[in-house]
């Protein structure tokens, strides 16, 4: 095995293996057919155009399954089987040790899952990804980038990758990695905007696999590059709402009151991303669809990372795509769930909030706990079954935790990478005491039940329900009118008819 | 891709695809070349003989690799680019919505690795190696196996093989698998001794990867298997020592004491099993020499396992390997290290011991702990420091512990895999309470350390030495004189120069 390697390498010693191996056995031939036709492959892989996706290594890659499945015993003479009953290929060596052999079949995960990589400036790169879990925890994997440039007069250029595990503690099979590639001595990647390729090169860093993956994460066409674009302060939007991986049968009602609820809230200068890993079924698509239309959320079609076991549908890998894909196009970014609600306290504005909040690159936001289930009846039983769930669902959780979850906004611009419930990757300040500028309510369990939600109906402004203390809130119940008219407004009166 | 996967199963369609295709791009003519050489010779391996070792899923792996590697839109027309500068290959479907592509890219883990591969009776088999951890805690890896006789009149039946995980909890990369396979519908596997090969379907169950590898893992020749083998109670040896994975930097004396110790506390009818990752170094293998020129000791070079990463240099694969590999050639199987010293009391014999504990299955062995830093000087500091480790290093640790690992013994025919404190998968009764019966003496950090072990000399029954208390305990040093004199009179001189 270890000389079929070397061959590769050194094409002088062919004759002489071919020598050995062929007196072999009639089975070997036509391994060593297989062999060679791979092999004059993977010679002629380098002469192919770079925007061309198959990598050497793929080839080498099966090269060595190749080779590693000949046993390793064929180009010793004979093998002296021990007093065991086990055909193995041990051997024994002259000095009387049984030497063992161990041989590895087949994948159980890959080196590299490239999701994205998109510019972070004039000279630098992020690449989004899942990789293998324990690879991370207990290997070494390294990642190099190398610009190619179309312009044959440019030499390639390259620069090491610095790695950004988000999930730390959380992935399955799979972890998210994202991998800053700063070009850092030089002014410009693309100078000259001539085109070119970012080819990721993904090291297991293994002492048994310790292959290099060379992957094409991002290709620039000739003069597609807008270098104004990262020097700018003139954004697109103002705010862009990045939605976390979007699962399970989930109620068109909810989110038709919540895209409703932000798309006033955010104002015209807003946008709306959102991530399907199977969770905008048909119905859902129906109550976004008016926005899409209107320019104001954009789906993301995710299901087909459902393949790769990461944490919960890979949501780190997805945020941090939206993070980077749109970096550049919005002053604020905010990260938080849809069964979940911004609220700014009524004399002010989302825009005087985030004029006060300029200083900061990010800052967290506090939860308001809501019930998902109670539900305030002031409008009168049959009124209130007519109402929207934001309207009715009106009292809050007050029962005493350490400690709520929180969401948060960044500047996207400062951050390198991001989390679920904050980044921990940027430049700049972060802010923690933002409770009397924004809050968030949060309907927990509301979304992914395709029902009325009211189990219960009150009047009190205190109650206790199985054991927990509840007060009346109506702070996002009193901007019910104010959403259902903008919509209506807006949109028309195609959703009126959207179940729960 | 989804095209290009169908085509392996249904040649009729590839003149259409051949036309679809072709007309594409020059990249696209090679990749297919590659792809209709290796479907050839995928189409053609089913008439390989079965002892040939390279299974159809490692071309299919193959193919799929190179299929995947074709960008997805190759057989869509156009490809908008959305407003980010990414180039990806993401394509916008008629409803807006943005369809994102994941693309992995090489390995991170074998889906198994085979080591070996034994009968377990006359119709059962226990294959043992590795796979990777995070398929065996987050995935539905399953197993099954197939009996190809040589004689091709006999049809190849095949048994779901059932996994048993030794190190639950521990694995890194790798974890260990044990698999046992029962036909239990025939009498026989193999019954006119004609010869065949046994084949291990490997499922990774994984959504993404979901392939199976065949694994050729063991081949009996005709007239090879002796099935009175399994039926007999007479065994080759009455005890036989099954040694974890030795590595570090061993001393050689420490080492020359156990063998020289052990070899006449079990007697003639024993031998010894070491497995060496990297530990037996040329001057531990010296005083190994004469014990394997004696036929008492076999030492297996597991030396590639470390390629693997798993727990302790795979220990758990390794006592099984032992296990399944003498499990019919001995009565009784130990498991302890190398720095553990087995005694029985001076009124008994071991064989009086084992005769006693014979209803068992299984037992376990509690532990002394002795001091490997402080010694007893009661023949003055010039001659102690030429006696043996085991005969000054006499200090018992009695510090109260609410537990202390133990070690244990087996009769193998009744276990079918086993771990390091104990074997959990045994028919029959564990015994634990053979502390009157048989102990060990556990020299903690003496053996990889190269030097002499006093760092302090004592004369006292009671001492505290930093904050312990300790007691003379002679159990062992009364043995030292007898052991010595066993060694010179069974191998000579030879090792008289052994160094620390």
């Not at 994205?116 to 990804?129: C, K, W």
């Not at 310790?210 to 302060?233: A, H, W």
């Not at 048909?282 to 976004?288: H, M, N, P, R, Y």
């Not at 009106?394 to 904050?422: C, I, L, S, W």
Request: hydrophobic share 35%; glycine share 6%.
């Amino acid at each position: 095995m270890a000389m079929v390697k070397e061959k590769e390498q050194n094409t002088k010693d062919k004759k002489l293996l071919v020598g050995v191996i062929w007196n072999f056995s009639a089975e070997l031939k036509l391994t060593f057919m297989a062999l060679l036709v791979l092999c004059t492959l993977a010679t002629l892989l380098p002469f192919i155009p770079s925007s061309f996706s198959l990598s050497t290594s793929d080839f080498r890659f099966c090269i060595s399954r190749f080779s590693s499945a000949i046993p390793v015993n064929t180009t010793t003479t004979t093998t002296t089987v021990e007093e065991s009953s086990s055909s193995s290929p041990d051997r024994v060596l002259d000095n009387g040790v049984i030497k063992r052999t161990f041989t590895g079949y087949g994948s159980a995960a890959y080196n590299f899952v490239s999701m994205s990589a998109y510019r972070g400036g004039v000279n630098s790169f992020a690449v989004i990804g899942l990789s293998s879990k324990p690879l991370h925890v207990y290997g070494h994997p390294s990642y190099r980038c190398e610009w190619v440039s179309f312009d044959p007069t440019q030499d390639p250029i390259s620069t090491t990758g610095s790695k950004i595990l988000t999930d730390w503690g959380y992935g399955r099979i799979y972890t998210t990695v994202v991998v800053n590639c700063t070009f850092s001595s030089i002014s410009a990647v693309n100078p000259q905007n001539s085109g070119g390729t970012l080819i990721l090169h993904a090291t297991t860093g293994d002492p048994n696999l310790n292959l290099t993956d060379s992957i094409p994460v991002l290709t620039e066409s000739p003069k597609s590059v807008d270098f104004n674009l990262y020097n700018s302060t003139k954004k697109k939007y103002d705010y862009l709402y990045c939605g976390s991986s979007l699962y399970g049968n989930l109620s068109p009602q909810r989110i038709r009151e919540w895209i409703a609820y932000h798309v006033r809230f955010f104002g015209e200068r807003s946008h709306f991303v959102l991530h399907d890993a199977g969770g905008i079924h048909e119905e859902v698509f129906e109550v976004l669809k008016p926005w899409i239309e209107l320019g104001r959320v954009t789906i993301h079609d995710i299901r087909d990372q459902e393949r790769f076991d990461g944490y919960y549908h890979n949501q780190f890998m997805i945020v941090n795509d939206c993070l980077h894909r749109y970096r550049f196009m919005t002053k604020w970014m905010f990260f938080f769930d849809v069964d979940e609600f911004l609220h700014v306290p009524v004399k002010e504005t989302v825009s005087s909030v985030m004029e006060s909040l300029e200083e900061y690159s990010q800052f967290t936001i506090e939860q308001m706990p809501m019930s998902s289930r109670i539900c305030y009846s002031g409008d009168g039983p049959a009124r209130t079954y007519r109402k929207w769930g934001i309207e009715k669902l009106a009292y809050r959780d007050v029962k005493k935790v350490p400690r709520r979850d929180r969401k948060y906004a960044v500047q996207p611009e400062n951050v390198f990478a991001t989390g679920v419930h904050m980044s921990q990757n940027l430049q700049g300040k972060t802010y923690h005491k933002a409770e009397s500028k924004i809050r968030y309510f949060h309907y927990h369990g509301s979304i992914s039940q395709r029902r009325e939600p009211c189990r219960h109906l009150f009047n009190d402004s205190r109650v206790v329900f199985e054991n927990s203390p509840y007060v009346l809130d109506t702070t996002i119940r009193d901007v019910g009118l104010a959403v259902r008219t903008f919509e209506l407004r807006t949109i028309g009166d195609r959703l009126l008819r959207t179940r729960q």
